[in-house]
């Protein structure tokens, strides 16, 4: 499993992004697909963010992004996206993806747990640094 996930960035409080998870070598047709984030220097772990199963686009937020985030895909890229609207400081970290096969009966909450718990393969992450 290769990921790599781009599209972080400075923005302002109350601003938008868009964070980019690109697979290759596989297709994440039938994956669970989770967004983390982390925040270096801190000793906090990997906070799951979203999660989605793409088969049937059953998706999870955490409580601090619920409202305000949507995780979709795009199946001929290969890419899942999170959309993060009214940015937060506390929305700064790293943001990671993870992704699995796990088939239909694992619920995109459970998946996250997973994941976290399981992945080998985390790419660099993308920063998200949010300005007051």
């Known amino acids: 499993v290769h990921l790599v996930e781009s599209g972080g960035g400075l923005v302002e409080a109350g601003g938008s992004l868009t964070l980019s998870c690109a697979a290759s070598?596989?297709?994440?047709?039938?994956?669970?697909v989770a967004w983390y984030r982390q925040v270096p220097g801190t000793g906090t772990e990997r906070e799951g963010v979203?999660?989605?199963?793409?088969?049937?686009?059953?998706?999870w937020y955490s409580a601090s992004v619920t409202g305000r985030a949507i995780i979709s895909t795009n199946n001929a890229k290969n890419t899942v996206y999170l959309q993060i609207d009214s940015l937060k400081p506390e929305d700064t970290g790293v943001y990671y993806c993870?992704?699995?096969?796990?088939?239909?009966?694992?619920?995109?909450?459970?998946?996250?747990?997973?994941?976290?718990?399981?992945?080998?393969?985390w790419g660099q992450g993308t920063q998200v640094t949010v300005s007051t």
């Open positions: 993870a992704a699995k096969y796990y088939g239909p009966a694992m619920t995109p909450d459970q998946a996250i747990i997973n994941l976290k718990a399981h992945f080998d393969s």
């Open positions: 979203s999660c989605i199963n793409v088969s049937d686009g059953d998706a």
């Open positions: 070598g596989f297709s994440f047709d039938d994956y669970s």
